[in-house]
T-cell receptor
Framework: AQRVTQPEKLLSVFKGAPVELKCNYSYSGSPELFWYVQYSRQRLQLLLRHISRESIKGFTADLNKGETSFHLKKPFAQEEDSAMYYCALSHQGAQKLVFGQGTRLTINP | GAVVSQHPSRVICKSGTSVKIECRSLDFQATTMFWYRQFPKQSLMLMATSNEGSKATYEQGVEKDKFLINHASLTLSTLTVTSAHPEDSSFYIC????????????FGEGSWLTVV
């Protein structure tokens, strides 16, 4: 069965510090992995997807098939990064998403 | 562009009544839309996949007769919660697939349903 696990419900770091949001998945095939972000009072929006290999707002995520992980990282956190972050996966070529439980990131000044 | 709009954003209904939630892709055509449910402090759970012009595909454990989905046009999908009960109270979110943007998924703002 497909499953996405985000072990941290809450994560708090200071501004300027590195941040890593963990995501592990279980899937028998080759999934497509995503990170979605939800800022306060806003809708869910795509942050990045592993096939794009791009950096958005300073965030990067590398798919590690050996560890079945897709951790989200940013070297220097900013206050505007405070939000709810969801890791998600889908079948390759399909579009329906399986979400992790989400991690609420708080950046302290 | 690529905005998905849900209406209403909040609705309160009495037990036993039915309530309809609309999901519209405002500036693109969406052959596929998705309906999710989110309980407080929990993740999004996919309820069903809505395909334009065909029957929705429901996830295991989701009652088809309880949650009626209609996708009559390329820009509109509706979710009707029939004979609503207090346990149906939840946050319902739709998303739409934008084919011309590599099937990128765009989310609506969500709809709060409270059944009293």
């Amino acid at each position: 069965a497909q499953r996405v696990t985000q072990p941290e419900k809450l994560l708090s770091v200071f501004k300027g510090a590195p941040v890593e949001l963990k995501c592990n998945y279980s899937y028998s095939g080759s999934p497509e992995l995503f990170w979605y972000v939800q800022y306060s009072r806003q809708r869910l929006q795509l942050l990045l997807r592993h096939i794009s290999r791009e950096s958005i707002k300073g965030f990067t995520a590398d798919l590690n098939k050996g560890e079945t992980s897709f951790h989200l990282k940013k070297p220097f956190a900013q206050e505007e990064d405070s939000a709810m972050y969801y890791c998600a996966l889908s079948h390759q070529g399909a579009q329906k998403l399986v979400f992790g439980q989400g991690t609420r990131l708080t950046i302290n000044p | 562009g690529a905005v998905v709009s849900q209406h209403p954003s909040r609705v309160i209904c009495k037990s036993g009544t039915s309530v309809k939630i609309e999901c519209r892709s405002l500036d693109f055509q969406a052959t596929t839309m998705f309906w999710y449910r989110q309980f407080p402090k929990q993740s999004l759970m996919l309820m069903a996949t809505s395909n334009e012009g065909s029957k929705a595909t429901y996830e295991q454990g989701v009652e088809k007769d309880k949650f009626l989905i209609n996708h009559a046009s390329l820009t509109l999908s509706t979710l009707t919660v029939t004979s609503a009960h207090p346990e149906d109270s939840s946050f319902y979110i739709c998303s739409a697939s934008y084919r011309d943007r590599g099937n990128t998924i765009y989310f609506g703002e969500g709809s709060w349903l409270t059944v009293v």
